[in-house]
């Protein structure tokens, strides 16, 4: 019923820039808290960033200064804006939601699919 459909991952040279986008769909009453995580091969999951539904922002140290997460409420989209890349970014990304389906529903936490970024020359 609820979907998050990503895009915006590929290939970039180190220093280079890439945007990716992620769109929340379905039977949607609220969405709350949004927030990008990353996988790199061998790895677990972990976090990025993350945004509340009022717009605080909160960054992994590795990332703070480079990477921008922002939401498009009115879209039902969060964004992640990532700036002067490095080989130890490529992983794959994932957004991850918090959303309502209805007005007496629970709050579910719903992922992505996933979307490559590899940052190489």
């Known amino acids: 019923q609820v979907q998050l459909v990503e895009s915006g991952g590929g290939l970039v040279q180190p220093g280079g820039s890439l945007g990716l986008s992620c769109e929340v769909s379905g039977s949607i009453f609220g969405i709350y808290d949004m927030a990008w995580y990353l996988q790199a091969p061998g790895r677990q999951r972990e976090l990025v960033a993350y945004?509340?539904?009022?717009?605080?922002?909160t960054y992994v140290d590795s990332v703070k200064g480079r990477f921008t997460i922002s939401r498009d409420n009115a879209k039902n989209t969060v964004y992640l804006q990532m700036n002067s890349l490095k080989p130890e970014d490529t992983a794959v990304y994932y957004c991850?939601?918090?959303?309502?389906?209805?007005?007496?529903?629970?709050?579910?936490?719903?992922w992505g699919q996933g979307t490559q970024v590899t940052v190489s020359s």
């Open positions: 945004i509340t539904s009022g717009g605080s922002t």
């Open positions: 991850y939601a918090e959303v309502r389906t209805s007005p007496w529903g629970t709050i579910v936490t719903y």
